[in-house]
């Protein structure tokens, strides 16, 4: 079983940057696949960004399109704890933000007959998640 706790959360200004942190424990050898959801009160848990912790090569982080080049997503293996800095932070970023974990995905590759290794950003491909950390930008 994995326990995340995500901190960092925060209110900040409109322009203005947090870093997100989620450090991870227990059992996570299957888990190699981490995520930030956020969520606003009466709307769907949407993705923001994820990363591939294993050894194979080849899957890059995917990053949500509203928080594409504002956002990036890190690793820090020996701390076993997943970051998210948020630049540019827009009102509309405002959200509680949610660290889960999960297995990497196999799908059909390009070429027929091939597979490849994948980290969906889809909250129903994770099964530990935190408790989430509230951010907050204000006008």
């Known amino acids: 079983r994995v326990q995340l706790v995500e901190s960092g959360g925060g209110s900040v200004q409109a322009g203005g940057s947090l870093r997100l942190s989620c450090a991870a424990s227990g059992s996570a050898t299957s888990s190699n696949c981490m995520a930030w959801f956020r969520q606003v009160p009466g709307r769907e848990r949407e993705g923001v960004a994820n990363i591939y912790l294993g050894t194979a090569g080849g899957i890059d982080p995917i990053y949500a399109d509203p928080v594409k080049d504002r956002f990036a997503i890190s690793q820090d293996n020996a701390k076993r704890t997943v970051y998210l800095q948020m630049n540019t932070l827009k009102p509309e970023d405002t959200a509680m933000y949610y660290c889960?974990?999960?297995?990497?995905?196999?799908?059909?590759?390009?070429?027929?007959?091939?597979?490849?290794?994948?980290?969906?950003?889809?909250?129903?491909?994770?099964?530990?998640w935190g408790q989430g950390t509230q951010v907050t930008v204000s006008s």
């Open positions: 889960a974990a999960g297995p990497v995905q196999v799908a059909p590759g390009m070429v027929a007959g091939t597979t490849i290794l994948v980290c969906p950003l889809d909250q129903f491909r994770y099964e530990y």
